[in-house]
């Protein structure tokens, strides 16, 4: 048989036709599951937003209302709803709040995607209009905003009780914002670089007690209590000395047994095991040492009993099982290095300290280091709560609001809250694509329309008429009111900066940006293919 060319032309043709449903259903697939996700956790946005409670398949239930908690404790399985949880845990590495608006605002745009879709426009011509957008809602968004200083406390307060409104802890929001602000600025480097490492805050939880306990400790806080019983539990004057060698009869690596016959040989060993340990503990009280922080061994006790019974003689507080991961911490609070041999262990190497004592708090006890001399650029902050899922949340809340306030003295400026600034890049972009022809006009209007829901949802969250909301939200902003924004508490349109509803110029720009790239992403997926494992 022979082919002629035109033949193998129509071929190709009709096959070429045949397939292009597949990346249509594929792309609808993924906008559908995405959308999903989005929808699950819309309902926990703002004020007045539902919390959710997530079970873990050992029982264990967290109650929540933080959108990345929800994403990350949540059972994906799609592959492009994954893609939002990715995008949320990115928003909460960037700014550390609006984890839930950024998957609300991708939903929205997915939304908005498919509907250009269906009008024909190509996915590429849609993700290349969308960038555009996406740049021109944050140079919106800077015109807005306004410069704060990092010596104004009171306008960094306001914007860390924003972030705290919409949690669990709300009505603390008074006590825990300055709490959050005083650590964060205690601990930001340099004032000109606005660099500052979260490592460097620690939180401990504690429970016990209510929110309104948690403190902010100006020096180091251990979770343990101090080993001895009859040592002491309070020291003025403290010398401080973290070890890193064990107090206890050595012990080879490899497992052996001794078979000790008589017993002249069983006191020879136990006299030996004295004498060593007694050495140790004579090194300690020459060096004037009276506070030894022990980090956790893994191979024997750290301080046996013998030695525990002699440091309890000579007054020493011991506090056992520092964890590896601690250690660095402990360093840099105390501006020490640990001491690893016991050659090593002279007055130089001390720290000196005001007072060390023993605080009970709730049903536990913790040991607690202030005045500490020359004391690096860290801070502990203790969260209190009277049950288990109270407290994981204050932490959570805490976190957040500490966020807030390192996005500040990242970018030092702040817009509005309450659905303001969507609502003025709407507008604006809605009017840009007056100005524009062709298939950038349909995407841009499709763009702006879409950052509608932040405000429509907070209106829907709180009990008011969304579409009513919005409408009047739209027109004050049309007559130059850039600040005007859902004030939840009152159930109407007010000022927003008057009511000190504030939020980081960071948090906004960064879930434009995070969520349009996202949906872009999901966008040019046109196949879905099964690699061979």
Same mark, same amino acid.
């Given at each position: 048989m022979v082919v002629k060319p035109n033949m193998v032309a129509k071929k190709v043709q009709g096959q070429a036709y045949k397939d292009k449903s597949k990346p249509a259903d594929i792309r609808l697939s993924n906008i559908n599951a995405a959308k999903a996700v989005s929808d699950a956790i819309r309902t926990s946005l703002g004020p007045r937003g539902m919390d959710k409670m997530i079970q873990a398949s050992n029982g264990e239930v967290t109650i929540t209302n933080d959108g990345a908690t929800i994403l990350k404790q949540m059972n994906v399985i799609h592959p492009a709803a994954k893609m939002l949880v990715e995008l949320s845990r990115a928003q909460d590495v960037e700014a550390g709040d609006g984890t839930t608006s950024v998957v609300v605002v991708a939903g929205a745009l997915l939304e908005a995607v498919e509907k250009l879709l269906q009008m024909g426009i190509h996915p590429t011509a849609i993700s290349e209009a969308f960038q555009r957008c996406s740049a021109k809602a944050v140079e919106i968004l800077t015109e807005m905003s306004r410069p704060v200083e990092l010596n104004d406390r009171e306008t960094l307060i306001k914007s860390a009780s924003t972030s705290l409104n919409s949690k669990v802890v709300s009505q603390h929001s008074s006590m825990l914002a300055p709490i959050a602000v005083d650590a964060v600025l205690k601990v930001t480097e340099s004032h000109e670089q606005g660099s500052v490492d979260l490592k460097n805050i620690k939180l401990i939880r504690s429970l016990g007690g209510t929110i309104e306990d948690t403190e902010l400790i100006d020096g180091l806080v251990f979770t343990q209590r101090s080993s001895g019983i009859n040592g002491p539990k309070r020291l003025e004057k403290a010398k401080i000395g973290l070890i890193q060698f064990c107090i206890s009869a050595p012990k080879t690596d490899m497992d052996h047994s001794v078979i000790v016959s008589d017993y002249a040989a069983m006191d020879r060993v136990l006299k030996e095991e004295r004498a060593y340990i007694l050495n140790i503990v004579k090194q300690i009280k020459k060096s004037g040492c009276n506070v030894l922080l022990v980090q956790k061994s893994i191979l024997r006790d750290a301080v046996s009993d013998l030695a525990q019974h002699f440091l309890d003689k000579i007054k020493v507080m011991v506090v056992k099982d520092i964890e590896r991961e601690d250690v660095e911490?402990? !360093?840099?609070?105390? +501006? !020490?290095?640990?001491?690893?041999? @016991?050659?090593?262990?002279?007055?130089? /190497?001390?720290?000196? %300290?005001?007072?060390?004592?023993?605080?009970?708090?709730?049903?536990?006890?913790?040991?607690?280091?202030?005045?500490?001399? /020359?004391?690096?650029?860290?801070?502990?902050?203790?969260?209190?709560?009277?049950?288990?899922?109270? @407290?994981?949340? =204050?932490?959570?809340?805490?976190?957040?609001?500490? !966020?807030?306030?390192? !996005?500040?003295?990242?970018?030092?400026? @702040?817009?509005?809250?309450?659905?303001?600034?969507?609502?003025?890049?709407? $507008? *604006?972009?809605?009017?840009?694509? *007056?100005?524009? *022809?062709?298939?950038? =006009?349909?995407?841009?209007?499709?763009?702006? /329309? =879409? $950052?509608?829901?932040?405000?429509?949802?907070?209106?829907?969250? %709180?009990?008011?008429?969304?579409?009513?909301?919005?409408?009047? @939200?739209? /027109? +004050?902003?049309? *007559?130059?009111?850039?600040?005007?924004?859902?004030?939840? +508490?009152?159930?109407?349109?007010?000022?927003?900066?008057?009511?000190?509803?504030?939020?980081?110029? $960071?948090?906004?720009?960064?879930?434009?940006?995070?969520?349009?790239?996202t949906v872009r992403s999901i966008l040019k997926i046109d196949d879905i293919v099964n690699t061979m494992q």
């Open positions: 911490f402990v !360093c840099k609070t105390l +501006r !020490c290095r640990p001491i690893a041999s @016991l050659d090593h262990f002279v007055a130089e /190497n001390l720290v000196n %300290a005001d007072l060390v004592e023993e605080v009970a708090s709730g049903t536990t006890k913790f040991v607690k280091v202030t005045g500490i001399q /020359n004391m690096g650029q860290t801070v502990s902050i203790v969260v209190r709560g009277s049950n288990k899922l109270v @407290l994981e949340e =204050a932490d959570r809340s805490l976190h957040d609001a500490l !966020c807030v306030v390192r !996005c500040l003295v990242k970018k030092r400026a @702040l817009i509005a809250g309450g659905g303001a600034p969507e609502i003025e890049m709407a $507008l *604006q972009l809605s009017a840009y694509a *007056q100005t524009l *022809q062709g298939v950038d =006009a349909y995407c841009f209007r499709a763009f702006a /329309n =879409a $950052l509608e829901v932040i405000p429509s949802t907070l209106a829907e969250n %709180a009990g008011l008429n969304p579409i009513a909301t919005v409408t009047e @939200l739209r /027109n +004050r902003h049309a *007559q130059g009111e850039k600040n005007a924004g859902i004030n939840v +508490r009152k159930g109407a349109i007010t000022d927003i900066l008057a009511e000190n509803v504030v939020q980081p110029l $960071l948090v906004s720009t960064s879930s434009i940006t995070f969520a349009s790239e």
